[in-house]
């Protein structure tokens, strides 16, 4: 058998358990109370946002994030605004195949809210910032130290196949700077689409 | 003289160590503290009754609300009940009023329960020490408790074969106070367990020491056999006065 319709089988597979899974519509509605933890792993591919003429660097590659987050409150709020406001921490790996091949990683605390939706489908909006190390700093002309900062902000969607399992799709936006630490700190803007699972206990 | 570098070095990693762990420990940690605590079961005096002196008691009704707002009740909830009256030894059997068998000529008391519960997680505050917490780093972990309120208030009526009515009512709160790492679902189900038990417990107590007027001699069987319960519409509000649409029945073509 050559590989193609092997990666077919398994495809194929796939599709058959997410639609058997999907059909469960009933038990799917996730029940997150106060201490409810999410392990997620997320990856997505980093675009460059130049902002100013200054910005001259177009750096790209993947990104991988693998996340821990508890739920804090029960449901609150009102209306379309009910949700659950959820902490975590982040460990962020970038890739930088543009301009140069190098590295990233980043240690960040974050901040979720996660709308009630309709249940099985939930948007959140979450928030994200701490330490990052890279070697790209330095051998660019916006980031001049290797010990940086990054900030996250973004929302995304959460399509609950089991209580307990979700898939996700967003959409982040990240800076890289150093804080004004070291000269010149122009930053980095980038884009970051992603798609991930969340296991919820 | 100089310090030696290696033995500051082990110093700095002991410190950091008992540091990591002290955290790690404390940060983890979770009680509940019982704002209302139960002392009547120990204050209970036993009370006895013959086995031919219990009756049957029926459960009619069993209502549950949350802040305020009436709710479906759980089966765990009001299995624990039912067990909880079953325990008192003063009722032969316990039967849920859908299961009930009416039967003729047989002394019976007849139960409606309200239980109502108040959760409050100060969502707030959790939301507002959460974003402290995080923008700590988490470093702040142990030095930063979160707090879960929950409320139980029991109305138990008890009506009598001849009709007379006895009303119970017990009371029971308590917090859970953790550390953000020592959140589970479980620690808020210790939580509700525990108030539920006290609470439980207090209604239990006060129901033996009524075991006189319900055992079965304690009254004649009202002639008529015939109970009268009043029956009223439900109050209508009047933000819920929208039309109800009716669909005449379609004639049907012989």
């Known amino acids: 058998m050559t590989p193609s319709p092997i990666a077919a089988l398994i495809a194929f597979a796939v599709v058959l358990s997410f639609l058997r899974m999907t059909c469960q519509a009933e038990d799917t509605v996730p029940h997150l109370t106060v201490g409810s933890q999410e392990i997620s792993l997320s990856a997505g591919y980093l675009i460059s946002v130049r902002l100013t003429d200054q910005h001259t660097t177009k750096q790209s590659g993947p990104a991988v994030m693998p996340s821990w987050a508890m739920v804090l409150t029960d449901p609150i709020g009102w209306r379309w605004l009910r949700g659950q406001l959820m902490l975590g921490a982040e460990i962020v790996y970038i890739q930088f195949q543009e301009p140069q091949l190098t590295h990233g990683v980043g240690f960040t605390p974050k901040i979720k809210w996660l709308f009630e939706g309709t249940g099985r489908l939930r948007p959140y909006v979450e928030f994200a910032g701490g330490p990052f190390y890279t070697d790209l700093g330095g051998q660019i002309p916006e980031e001049s130290a290797r010990f940086n900062f990054i900030l996250t902000a973004g929302g995304g969607l959460s399509w609950f196949f089991t209580p307990q399992l979700s898939f996700n799709v967003g959409y982040r936006f990240h800076h890289i700077s150093n804080a004004g630490t070291r000269y010149p700190n122009l930053g980095l803007n980038a884009s970051l689409p992603f798609g991930g699972f969340s296991f919820y206990f | ?254």
């Open chain 2, 1 to 254: 003289m100089n310090a030696n570098p290696s033995v500051d070095r082990h110093r700095l990693s002991t410190l950091v160590c008992c540091g990591l762990i002290l955290c790690a420990t404390t940060g983890c940690s979770r009680w509940i503290e019982m704002t209302d605590p139960s002392t009547e079961m120990d204050e209970r005096t036993p009370h006895i009754i013959a086995r031919d002196e219990q009756v049957p008691l029926i459960v009619d009704r069993i209502r549950t609300t949350r802040n305020g707002s009436p709710q479906n009740p759980s089966v765990e909830t009001e299995q624990r009940i039912l067990n909880s009256l079953a325990d008192i030894g003063l009722f032969s059997r316990l039967t849920p009023g859908n299961e009930s068998v009416s039967v003729s000529g047989e002394k019976t008391v007849r139960a409606r329960l309200l239980f109502d519960e108040a959760v409050d997680p100060h969502a707030g505050a959790a939301a507002w020490k959460g974003i402290i917490i995080g923008a700590s780093m988490y470093l702040l972990t142990p030095f930063i408790p979160l707090e879960y309120d929950y409320t139980a208030h029991l109305s138990l009526e008890l009506e009598r074969w001849d009709g007379q009515i006895k009303r119970y009512e017990s009371h029971s709160a308590g917090t859970a106070r953790y550390h953000l790492f020592g959140a589970t679902p479980i620690m808020v189900d210790e939580l509700k367990g525990h108030v539920t038990e006290s609470c439980l417990a207090a209604l239990a107590s006060q129901i033996a020491n009524d075991t006189v007027f319900f055992s079965a001699s304690s009254a004649p069987l009202s002639v008529s056999g015939i109970r009268s319960v009043s029956v009223k519409p439900r109050p209508i509000r009047p933000s819920a006065s929208a039309a109800i649409h009716i669909s005449a029945p379609t004639p049907v073509e012989p």
